[in-house]
Structures are given as structure tokens and as C-alpha cells.
């Protein structure tokens, strides 16, 4: 049973021994009696800053389903509902893995300056005893929580590459193996005071190295290991994102829960924390701004969706900065990292690289750009709002060597990441029952959502389906049938002018699980030979049409 009283802690740390009885009554801080008879320890904590952390914690949460709406919108219509399964997903499998050894491997007290250890192992000892990542501002059972979003946030940012082609199965088990190898390592480098960029002096708020690099480089990866989509480099794949709302609900909830992302990185309710919101917000507005303007002047349509992704690279490239830097400095990061990223999303034509959400070019990049920037105008005046932390600065502060550190961190987090990252696909890729990674070309044509899951984002993606071609499903409860030509109706509602495919290429089976229907296994020249006139379509299954063909019929 801990020992809870409420008072003030009658020392300059907030921390003594239990026997010098240091506990005065007059306060409001939440005091705490830990350790073994004998050699208890008081701690006390701050009421505030306890509520504050744990109200960040679930603005950090809401950014993974925000993550998923924003993937889902980005996507064709029959791949949508596969994107938001695989970020929730990813909440899920890091939870788990996070209290099996996840945070014991990141922050355990007794680790190394290269790997942590299994001190705390299924949570034994998380609690009330001082967090040293925190400043030992905050119970334990508090910070692990926080931390946990974080290590389940970034597998969700870098499955995106993975979308319209990647099984299920396999990237849950990826996810866990990687939040082990790549994410807690890296993580505990920077952030577990053991670590060896913390004790030399890297300077890395929010996770520029454990979040935006390595949910970047693993995307690159991902996106090189599992090859193009069916119709890379050809009008199949010159789509539109079928819904640009989704696209602005996904961002806004990431926009909203990245300010307890970095207002919470400093683990005070302090000065340290209101620049942090301030500079978040800023350097997202100004990277929206920015590339929506340069997308003008290509298009001159202003583009919603342009302005979303250069809000989330604003976001990004802050991550590592917010907390070292003033508001007038995250103006130039918001428009550096707009710049950067909007420009390398041409490079993977080059690099020729399918990578569909573009993750290497809006995190990865950005956050090479925030990371440098913070080497520049880190400033130890604002480091030093929350009272507590002490830094030399950078560029600013005539701390020239801190931008030597800065590329270092760069350099190391990326090739732990790409290296590890290729490593486990590989070997996990090659054992039976969990690979291969890449979906069969029948989930590409006919969608994974019908292929993997058996449901849809909505109902009349399974009607009015995107099939590249020809669709002949039959429908068995009531042995109707109905063949779409999906040609003449411009395929996928979201103008990606999709050809059909050469003659003779079956489309193979697919279950529409809840629905209990089932696609028949047949191949192109049949069903262009099978497909029916105006006339000879049962009334009864065009009953089920989309509803954009009823209306279309009146």
C-alpha cells in the first residue's frame, strides 16, 4: 500500500529521507512514501502538473485515430477501412507491448547508455516512486502512460507506406518486434537520463530521432521492401483521395493533439509549456500556409489538402524544437519544413520509391530540418521556463558545437532505423505463418478491405465497386447477379480513370464477410462476355445499386 498525504515537502528537490520527517502540513503537493523499511523516501508532487500530463495523454491518443481518418481520406475508397484498422492496431499491439517490456526496455532507472533492462518488466515497481525522465516532476505509472502514446503513435505513422497492398497479419507482428528494436532502443538513447545522446548533450524536445526519423525511414523502407502498387507509373494510380473530409478531420485531430504532444514534453504545467503550445501552433500555420502557396502557383487552385500536409510537416519539424526555442525562430521552422517537404515529394520519383502518403518526405525530412534548426536557435533563457532545465544552447547562444551534435543524432537514428527496420522484415517475411508482407494481386485489384477484412468503409464501396476493370460479384442469398461495368462508370468515384486489365487476368475470389456475399472467381474475357445490356439486368439486384446510379436511372 503507498503512503499518501497531502502538504508540502520541506526540501529543495521535493524529495527527502522519510526519517527527517521533511512532510509540512501547509500545501497542496501530493506527497508520496516509497523505498524499504528503513530507507523510505518522501517525494512530493505537483497536483497540476500530474493534471496536465495526463490530460496530454489523451490529446496524444486522439492523434492516432486522427492519423488513421487522415490515411483512410488519402486512399481509395476500397482500401480506406484497412488504413483505420492498421493505426488502431497499432494503439493496441503497443499497449500490450509497451506494459509487457516496452517501457522497462526504454526507461528502466538501472539501464545502460545503449539498451535498457527488465528491471520494470510487466510494470513490476511502476508507480509512485519519481520518474528520472520527467526531472522527477512525476509518478511513474504517470509518465509510462504518457510515453506510451508516443510509442504507439509512431508504427501508426509509418504503416501508412504500406497502404492498398499489405496484409494484416503480418505488420502486427511487425509492429511489435519493431516498437522492441528500433523504437525503445532509440528512445532511451535521448530520452532515459542512462542514454547516451541525453549525457552528451543532444538536444531533441519531442522526439525528432524516436518519432519523426523513425516512423520516416521505416516508411522508406516499408514502401521499398514491399515494391510499387499494381499500375505504379500509369493513370490507374492518378487518383484523387476519395475524401478530402477525412483528410481535414484527421489533421485537425492531430493538430489539436500535438499540442499536448509538445506541451506535455516538458512534464510541467509551467512557462516551458505554454512556448511549447506557442510554438507548435505557429510553425503549423505558417507550413500550411506556405504549401498551399506553392502548390498555387502550379495549380492555381488553392488546395485543401495541401494545406493539411504542410500543417502536419509544420508539426513535425517543431517536434524537436518547441520546447529549446523562441515563437519568432518556429516561423522560419514552419516555413523551412514546408519548403523541404513539399519539393521532396518529388524525389520518390527518382528514388523510385512508391511510398503513397509520403512519410519519408513530410516526417523523415522534416524532421532532419527541425533537428538542424534546434542546433541553430535553441536558447538556454527558454529551456530554462520550467525552472528546472539548464542547456548551453545553440547557434544563438554562441554554442556552435551543438549543431555537430545535432547531425549526429540525425545520422545514428537513421541508420539504426534502416538497417533494423530492412532486418526484421526480412526475417519475418520468411517465416511460415506470419509473411509474406505484400497483399495478392486479387486484394490489389479488388481492394484489401474486401480481401482482408470482409467490410468496407462504406456500404455502396461493395455495389458500385473499383475494380479496374470489369466486376461480375454474385450475390448468393438471393441469387442475383449483377455485372458492373466499372469502365463506363469512371471506376472508383474518386478520378483515378482506372484502365481495365488485359484480357484473361482473373480477378479471383473475395468474401464480403458480414454481408455473406461472395465475389465469383472469374476472369476478364468472361465477364466482358457475360456483361449484360440495360435490359437483361435483374430489377431486384439493381435494387442495391449505389445510389448515385438510382438517381442517375430516374
Same mark, same amino acid.
Given at each position: 500500500?503507498?503512503?499518501?498525504?497531502?502538504?508540502?515537502?520541506?526540501?529543495?528537490?521535493?524529495?527527502?529521507?522519510?526519517?527527517?520527517?521533511?512532510?509540512?502540513?501547509? /500545501?497542496?503537493?501530493?506527497?508520496?512514501?516509497?523505498?524499504?523499511? %528503513?530507507?523510505?523516501?518522501? +517525494?512530493?508532487?505537483?497536483?497540476?502538473?500530474?493534471?496536465?500530463?495526463?490530460?496530454?495523454?489523451?490529446?496524444?491518443?486522439?492523434?492516432?485515430?486522427?492519423?488513421?481518418?487522415?490515411?483512410? %481520406?488519402?486512399?481509395?475508397?476500397? #482500401?480506406?477501412?484497412?488504413?483505420?484498422?492498421?493505426? $488502431? $492496431?497499432?494503439?493496441?499491439?503497443?499497449?500490450?507491448?509497451?506494459?509487457?517490456?516496452?517501457?522497462?526496455?526504454?526507461?528502466?532507472?538501472?539501464?545502460?547508455?545503449?539498451?535498457?533492462?527488465?528491471? #520494470?518488466?510487466?510494470? $513490476?515497481?511502476?508507480?509512485?516512486?519519481?520518474?528520472?525522465?520527467?526531472?522527477?516532476?512525476?509518478?511513474?505509472? @504517470?509518465?509510462?502512460?504518457?510515453?506510451? $502514446?508516443?510509442?504507439?503513435?509512431?508504427?501508426?505513422?509509418?504503416?501508412?507506406?504500406? &497502404?492498398?497492398?499489405?496484409?494484416?497479419?503480418?505488420?502486427?507482428?511487425?509492429?511489435?518486434?519493431?516498437?522492441?528494436?528500433?523504437?525503445?532502443?532509440?528512445?532511451?538513447? @535521448?530520452?532515459?537520463? +542512462?542514454?547516451?545522446?541525453?549525457?552528451?548533450?543532444?538536444?531533441?524536445?519531442?522526439?525528432?530521432?524516436?518519432?519523426?526519423?523513425?516512423?520516416?525511414?521505416?516508411?522508406?523502407?516499408?514502401?521499398?521492401?514491399?515494391?510499387?502498387?499494381?499500375?505504379?507509373?500509369?493513370?490507374?494510380?492518378?487518383?484523387?483521395?476519395?475524401?478530402?473530409?477525412?483528410?481535414?478531420?484527421?489533421?485537425?485531430?492531430?493538430?489539436?493533439?500535438?499540442?499536448?504532444?509538445?506541451?506535455?514534453?516538458?512534464?510541467?504545467?509551467?512557462?516551458?509549456?505554454?512556448?511549447?503550445?506557442?510554438?507548435?501552433?505557429?510553425?503549423?500555420?505558417?507550413?500550411?500556409?506556405?504549401?498551399?502557396?506553392?502548390?498555387?502557383?502550379?495549380?492555381?487552385?488553392?488546395?485543401?489538402?495541401?494545406? &493539411?500536409?504542410?500543417?502536419?510537416?509544420?508539426?513535425?519539424?517543431?517536434?524537436?524544437?518547441? /520546447?529549446?526555442?523562441?515563437?519568432?525562430?518556429?516561423?522560419?521552422?514552419?516555413?523551412?519544413?514546408?519548403?523541404?517537404?513539399?519539393?521532396?515529394?518529388?524525389?520518390?520519383?527518382?528514388?523510385?520509391?512508391?511510398?503513397?502518403?509520403?512519410?519519408?518526405?513530410?516526417?523523415?525530412?522534416?524532421?532532419?530540418?527541425?533537428?538542424?534548426?534546434?542546433?541553430?536557435?535553441?536558447?538556454?533563457?527558454?529551456?530554462?521556463?520550467?525552472?528546472?532545465?539548464?542547456?548551453?544552447?545553440?547557434?544563438?547562444?554562441?554554442?556552435?558545437?551543438?549543431?555537430?551534435?545535432?547531425?549526429?543524432?540525425?545520422?545514428?537514428?537513421?541508420?539504426?532505423?534502416?538497417?533494423?527496420?530492412?532486418?526484421?522484415?526480412?526475417?519475418?517475411?520468411?517465416?511460415?505463418?506470419?509473411?509474406?508482407?505484400?497483399?495478392?494481386?486479387?486484394?490489389? @485489384?479488388?481492394?484489401?478491405?474486401?480481401?482482408?477484412? =470482409?467490410?468496407?468503409?462504406?456500404?455502396?464501396?461493395?455495389?458500385?465497386?473499383?475494380?479496374?476493370?470489369?466486376?461480375?460479384?454474385?450475390?448468393?442469398?438471393? !441469387?442475383?447477379?449483377?455485372?458492373?461495368?466499372?469502365? !463506363?462508370?469512371? =471506376?472508383?468515384?474518386?478520378?483515378?480513370?482506372?484502365?481495365?486489365?488485359?484480357?484473361?487476368?482473373?480477378?479471383?475470389?473475395?468474401?464480403?464477410?458480414?454481408? =455473406? +456475399?461472395?465475389?465469383?472467381?472469374?476472369?476478364?474475357?468472361?465477364?466482358?462476355?457475360?456483361?449484360?445490356?440495360?435490359?437483361?439486368?435483374?430489377?431486384?439486384?439493381?435494387?442495391?445499386?449505389?445510389? +448515385?446510379?438510382?438517381?442517375?436511372?430516374?
Amino acid at each position: 500500500m503507498v503512503n499518501i498525504t497531502f502538504g508540502a515537502v520541506a526540501a529543495p528537490s521535493a524529495a527527502a529521507p522519510a526519517a527527517d520527517n521533511p512532510i509540512q502540513t501547509a /500545501g497542496l503537493d501530493f506527497i508520496v512514501t516509497y523505498g524499504s523499511p %528503513g530507507s523510505e523516501m518522501v +517525494q512530493g508532487y505537483s497536483t497540476g502538473d500530474m493534471a496536465w500530463i495526463l490530460t496530454c495523454t489523451a490529446l496524444v491518443w486522439l492523434m492516432i485515430p486522427g492519423l488513421g481518418y487522415l490515411y483512410s %481520406g488519402l486512399t481509395r475508397r476500397k #482500401n480506406a477501412l484497412h488504413m483505420l484498422l492498421l493505426t $488502431m $492496431m497499432a494503439l493496441a499491439v503497443v499497449s500490450f507491448q509497451w506494459f509487457f517490456w516496452g517501457y522497462s526496455l526504454t526507461f528502466s532507472s538501472t539501464g545502460g547508455a545503449f539498451f535498457g533492462n527488465l528491471r #520494470n518488466f510487466g510494470f $513490476m515497481g511502476v508507480l509512485e516512486e519519481p520518474a528520472g525522465g520527467s526531472s522527477n516532476r512525476l509518478p511513474e505509472i @504517470i509518465y509510462a502512460g504518457y510515453e506510451m $502514446m508516443f510509442a504507439a503513435l509512431v508504427p501508426a505513422i509509418a504503416i501508412g507506406a504500406a &497502404c492498398e497492398r499489405a496484409r494484416v497479419w503480418p505488420f502486427l507482428i511487425f509492429t511489435f518486434v519493431w516498437a522492441t528494436l528500433v523504437y525503445d532502443p532509440i528512445a532511451h538513447w @535521448i530520452w532515459a537520463p +542512462q542514454g547516451w545522446a541525453f549525457k552528451w548533450g543532444v538536444l531533441d524536445y519531442a522526439g525528432g530521432g524516436p518519432v519523426e526519423i523513425c516512423s520516416g525511414i521505416t516508411g522508406l523502407v516499408i514502401s521499398y521492401y514491399l515494391g510499387k502498387r499494381r499500375g505504379y507509373g500509369t493513370e490507374r494510380l492518378l487518383f484523387k483521395p476519395h475524401n478530402v473530409s477525412h483528410i481535414v478531420l484527421g489533421t485537425a485531430f492531430l493538430w489539436f493533439g500535438w499540442l499536448g504532444f509538445n506541451g506535455g514534453s516538458c512534464f510541467t504545467a509551467s512557462l516551458r509549456a505554454g512556448m511549447s503550445v506557442m510554438t507548435t501552433n505557429t510553425a503549423a500555420s505558417v507550413a500550411g500556409i506556405t504549401w498551399m502557396l506553392l502548390d498555387y502557383r502550379l495549380e492555381r487552385k488553392w488546395s485543401v489538402v495541401g494545406f &493539411c500536409t504542410g500543417a502536419i510537416a509544420g508539426l513535425v519539424a517543431i517536434t524537436p524544437a518547441a /520546447g529549446f526555442i523562441g515563437v519568432p525562430a518556429s516561423v522560419l521552422v514552419g516555413f523551412l519544413s514546408a519548403v523541404v517537404s513539399n519539393f521532396a515529394t518529388g524525389v520518390k520519383v527518382f528514388m523510385r520509391c512508391d511510398d503513397a502518403m509520403d512519410v519519408f518526405a513530410v516526417h523523415a525530412l522534416a524532421g532532419y530540418v527541425g533537428l538542424i534548426l534546434t542546433g541553430l536557435f535553441a536558447q538556454a533563457s527558454v529551456a530554462n521556463n520550467d525552472g528546472i532545465l539548464v542547456i548551453s544552447g545553440g547557434w544563438l547562444d554562441h554554442h556552435y558545437y551543438q549543431l555537430a551534435q545535432q547531425i549526429a543524432w540525425i545520422v545514428a537514428a537513421t541508420a539504426w532505423t534502416g538497417g533494423v527496420t530492412f532486418a526484421i522484415m526480412l526475417v519475418l517475411d520468411h517465416i511460415p505463418g506470419i509473411g509474406p508482407f505484400r497483399a495478392s494481386e486479387t486484394a490489389e @485489384i479488388i481492394g484489401v478491405d474486401e480481401e482482408q477484412l =470482409g467490410e468496407f468503409a462504406y456500404d455502396y464501396a461493395l455495389f458500385n465497386r473499383d475494380l479496374e476493370g470489369n466486376c461480375s460479384p454474385a450475390y448468393l442469398e438471393g !441469387q442475383n447477379k449483377l455485372d458492373l461495368y466499372e469502365g !463506363q462508370k469512371g =471506376g472508383n468515384g474518386s478520378s483515378d480513370g482506372a484502365a481495365a486489365p488485359a484480357a484473361g487476368e482473373a480477378l479471383g475470389p473475395a468474401s464480403s464477410g458480414s454481408s =455473406g +456475399q461472395q465475389a465469383a472467381s472469374r476472369t476478364v474475357a468472361e465477364a466482358e462476355a457475360a456483361k449484360p445490356t440495360t435490359e437483361t439486368v435483374d430489377e431486384k439486384a439493381m435494387q442495391h445499386a449505389a445510389p +448515385q446510379d438510382a438517381s442517375a436511372r430516374h
